[in-house]
């Protein structure tokens, strides 16, 4: 059974740092993986997509690897703003409707 | 740009009784999904639709039905609320199949906050 696991589960970092969060799984046998901000009260909102044969995806100041044979993801954020204060989710699509979440990362900055 | 709108947003039931929770997109997308999120859990997939008039049941389907009638609703039914359906409730949908090799994004609405006493 697919685990997925972020560390840390809550983090808190001056603004204008960059940063790493981190996503393990177990089982490599995925399609893609997918990088979630969720903000208190609101739904998920996809920051990054990564097919299964891709390594990385990059979007603005944010930057997803992805290492299968490891079983491992980051989320890089570079100059952390008090905006990216949200709750980031790793997701591993495994096949049709096999979304397996793990449980978040709370990432707070502080100005 | 309304997306995925739920509604309610919050409702408070007693042991027992029926509700129904609504999603409605304008994105003309065919698959849909009801998660349910819980401290600790991450997001569960309930049920899901790949069209109008399909269902099919996701990891935790007990003690929920759901309808498509109209491709852009997506109904969540509770027959008889129970304290451990106690939860935050997520719509999603999305263009292509989740996990068919494509790189189409799920959207999510805002959630409904279920509690019951």
């Known amino acids: 059974k697919q685990e997925v696991t972020q560390i840390p589960a809550a983090l808190s970092v001056p603004e204008g740092e960059n940063l790493v969060l981190n996503c393990s799984f177990t089982?490599?046998?995925?399609?893609?993986l997918q990088w979630f901000r969720q903000d208190p009260g609101k739904g998920l909102t996809s920051l990054l997509l990564?097919?299964?044969?891709?390594r990385e995806q990059t979007s603005g100041r944010l930057n997803a690897s992805l290492d299968k044979s490891s079983g491992r993801s980051t989320l890089y954020i570079a100059a952390s703003q008090p905006g990216d204060s949200a709750t980031y989710l790793c997701?591993?699509?495994?096949?049709?409707?096999?979304?397996?979440f793990g449980q978040g990362t709370r990432l707070t900055i502080n100005p | 740009n309304a997306g995925v709108t739920q509604t309610p947003k919050f409702r408070v039931l007693k042991t027992g009784q029926s509700m129904t929770l609504l999603c409605a997109q304008d994105?003309?997308?065919?698959?849909m999904y009801w998660y349910r999120q819980d401290p600790g859990m991450g997001l569960r997939l309930i049920h899901y639709s790949v069209g109008e008039g399909t269902t099919a049941k996701g990891e935790v389907p007990d003690g929920y039905n759901v309808s498509r009638l109209k491709k852009q609703n997506f109904l969540l039914g509770l027959e008889s609320a129970a304290p451990s359906q106690t939860s935050v409730y997520f719509c999603?949908?999305?263009?292509?199949?989740?996990?068919?090799?494509?790189?189409?994004?799920?959207?999510f609405g805002d959630g409904t906050r279920l509690s019951i006493l």
């Open positions: 999603a949908s999305s263009y292509s199949i989740a996990g068919g090799g494509s790189n189409q994004p799920q959207h």
């Open positions: 997701v591993l699509i495994q096949g049709a409707q096999k979304l397996v």
């Open positions: 994105m003309n997308h065919e698959y």
């Open positions: 089982d490599s046998a995925i399609y893609n």
């Open positions: 990564i097919q299964s044969s891709q």
